[in-house]
């Protein structure tokens, strides 16, 4: 296979886990026999430092032209001021909504090796294997925002806006990824108090009823899912939620995992037709971390398994991105880990480390 992939390093530790994808993209097209073109673009706080914008128009149209991106993680102290009229998060909400990517995809998953690192007893984390659906380009996030000052003071809005549309497209995605694990949905909303979750459970509850039946169904407030996943999160399967639940959830969610270094994520467009690709968005799930930036301390254990993902939403390449998994969970096995999840008096390695162990599993597999 020849595509072409967009890497977009981003700020803070994106560029140190980002050369460890590279390297095992290069990799993977040497064992199984493929081509990867890999061109870099700007994003974020170096875009706003070099080009006065977090999504510059070469960037935009590198990914355009691309058959998947890449990305490390956007944000740091220096562009740290909400007030601003230019932000790196821009960049990222700028480049979901321009490619069309609602749905994003962030899988949970716990090595048996690694449950010391999970604030969570180790008998609540047997058995957890989720799938959290989040809808990326709408909501609150994208809503109109309004700031105003009157005689009596300051007032702020925003506005979270859901269509029909929006909804039943990306519950078809979370039922049908339902449909290939366990079988189980769970929408999470908040409708005993807003419209917009009302829209969802309504719309949602049809879907199901007329397009998925052999799933299994249940709607939960969001309140209650936030305790649900700590108190018995095994029992979730697949949950989709609207945009901002699902940011928050997801990071509740990373740590039943023990660390944000360990959770990939997938961000999805819509499917064409007879493509032999499917245009997506992969990054771990943390932020920049500019606390530990250029230190080698940053876990690439997540932007490795985004790369997994790629491999096997945007190419279509099973194979690749199971061979991927299986040379990550050699490497934990092996216990060649970054600080943040290692055991008390474990050796701990840096992020160069951690990122060729996994190249030579993948290679001597």
Not at 198 to 203: E, G, N, Y
Request: charged share 20%.
């Amino acid at each position: 296979m020849d595509v072409q992939i967009a890497i977009l390093p981003g700020d803070g530790i994106g560029p140190e886990v980002t050369t460890e994808a590279e390297q095992l993209l290069a990799a993977i097209a040497e064992r199984f026999g493929h081509r990867f073109t890999l061109q870099h673009g700007l994003i974020g706080g170096i875009a706003i430092d070099e080009t006065g914008v977090p999504l510059p128009d070469a960037t935009l149209q590198l990914c355009q032209q691309s058959d998947a991106v890449l990305l490390g993680a956007v944000g740091g102290p220096q562009w740290d001021n909400p007030n601003a009229e230019v932000r790196p998060e821009q960049g990222l909400l700028g480049i979901r909504k321009a490619l069309g990517l609602f749905a994003n995809l962030r899988p949970v998953t716990i090595h048996p090796l690694l449950m010391h690192s999970s604030p969570l007893r180790p008998e609540r984390l047997e058995g957890v294997d989720m799938l959290v659906v989040r809808e990326l380009t709408g909501g609150i996030y994208f809503g109109e925002k309004r700031r105003e000052r009157t005689t009596d003071g300051e007032w702020a809005s925003d506005l979270c806006l859901y269509t029909q549309a929006e909804i039943e497209r990306i519950v078809r995605v979370s039922a049908e990824a339902a449909r290939t694990r366990r079988g189980k949905l769970t929408l999470v909303d908040k409708a005993n108090v807003l419209e917009t979750s009302r829209l969802w459970r309504s719309h949602t509850t049809r879907l199901m009823q007329q397009e998925f039946p052999d799933v299994q169904f249940e709607t939960m407030l969001v309140d209650a899912c936030a305790m649900h996943l700590l108190r018995r999160p095994a029992d979730f399967d697949v949950i989709v939620t609207e945009n901002m639940f699902g940011d928050i959830l997801t990071d509740e969610a990373s740590m039943l995992a023990g660390s944000m270094g360990m959770l990939p994520s997938a961000s999805l467009g819509v499917a064409a037709a007879g493509a032999t690709t499917r245009m997506g968005l992969y990054e771990p799930i943390h932020g920049s971390a500019p606390d530990i930036a250029g230190q080698g301390k940053a876990n690439p254990l997540a932007t490795l398994l985004s790369v997994a993902l790629l491999l096997r939403y945007s190419l279509q390449l099973e194979a690749e991105a199971t061979a991927v998994e299986q040379a990550v969970q050699a490497t934990l096995a092996a216990g060649i880990v970054t600080g943040d999840v290692a055991a008390a008096g474990q050796q701990v390695y840096g992020t160069a480390a951690v990122g060729d162990a996994v190249v030579q599993q993948l290679l001597a597999a």
